[in-house]
């Protein structure tokens, strides 16, 4: 069903056709039209939609086919992340423009800018400040939208408050150098042996043990901050502070359209505190997303990189890659070379028979330990919970 001429002419505005796909003279496809006039009918609303979350929600569309319109209201809901007190305002204006049409939609682009690393660290410059307002059109899909996050009331809370009582003794354990005394044991304590033999004239009656100590292996939690994820990632956050309260050894790493450290924020005992940090820390939220720059960023420096040695690493991301699907591919294969596992959590698998349909996680999928369930805080939590059993 084709538009009314004031609506194709405000959806000729948000995104050009080299972006959407080549249709009939040059403007955009009949199918897609629709779709970008809704993300420009919220905006006309009130509601927050930056550029890139439109071509997201293309992206979205076309991977859950649609197989009808409930599949585009989730697609929606998942990519414009309406705020909860004004979605039923949202699921209003989504009925009155989408009830009785048929929509499908497909999206590339590879924003070629170079990724920069941020870490909380003293003598760190403060986020840059954005320079104007941002253009919609092909230059849209690689700019930063850079502000500090309010994070909303605690959600999930008894998904979290179950994740820190268990983490301490669940999350994943390696056997270390370094031995403790034991009743059974492969090693025998020479030491101990000798004093015994001191004691009692030479005679050794018991043999001391020896065993290996545990202790904790190093969890990585890379998290997806850009638009597409905007609906996890107060959650997210929420999550990665109780897991470097409650783990030994553990590093929490935020990525969108830059690499941003935010461990040493995540430390401060007071959840309000660390989450307030790391709000004015990481300046690239609800923008775009390079993953495959992000990774290649991490893994060139040393540092970072050896984070990753033998660690658990969990990645917290729908796969949405806006730049070149090599680059991802050839980084999650390096990533997978040095850690212990790399598993992968995407919202989009919450849906029955979820198979990754974008090239750069389809390429990157044998490189895996496990891809599954992001789409709730409480199966993030569960998969690192898990992690304590895995082999």
Known sequence: MSLPDDQQAETARGIPSPVLGEGQGGGLPRA???????????????FAVAPDQTIGFLQATDLLGPTGIAAVRRAAIALFAPPRERRAEFDALFDAHFIGRRIAAAAEGAPDDDMEIREDRPGTAPPPETEGEQEAGIEATAAEALLARQFADLTEAEA??????????????????????????????????????????????????????????????????????????????????????????????????????????????????????????????????????ALEAFLAVPRFAGFARGAAVVVVSDGLERGAPEAMIAAVRRLARLAWRVDWLTPLAAEPGFAPRTEALSGALPHLTDLGDGGSIGAVAEHLLSLGAAR
Do not use: Y
């Open 32 to 46: 897609a039209a629709p779709l970008v006039a809704f993300a420009d009918r919220l905006r006309g609303h009130g």
């Open 160 to 293: 979290l408050r179950r994740f820190a009582r268990l983490a301490p003794s669940s999350l994943p354990q390696r056997v270390s150098r370094r031995k403790r005394r034991a009743r059974q044991g492969a090693g025998i304590d020479l030491r101990r042996a000798l004093r015994a033999a001191a004691r009692q004239d030479g005679e050794v009656l018991d043999l001391p043990r020896l065993t290996r100590r545990t202790r904790q292996r190093r969890v990585l939690l890379l998290l997806d901050v850009s638009g597409s994820m905007k609906a996890q990632t107060d959650g997210a956050l929420r999550l990665a502070h109780r897991l470097i309260q409650a783990g030994e050894r553990a590093e929490v790493f935020t990525f969108g359209t830059r690499l941003t450290r935010v461990t040493g924020a995540l430390r401060l005992r007071s959840e309000g505190q660390a989450l307030a940090r790391t709000g004015t820390l990481v300046a690239d939220w609800d923008g775009g997303t390079r993953i495959g720059d």
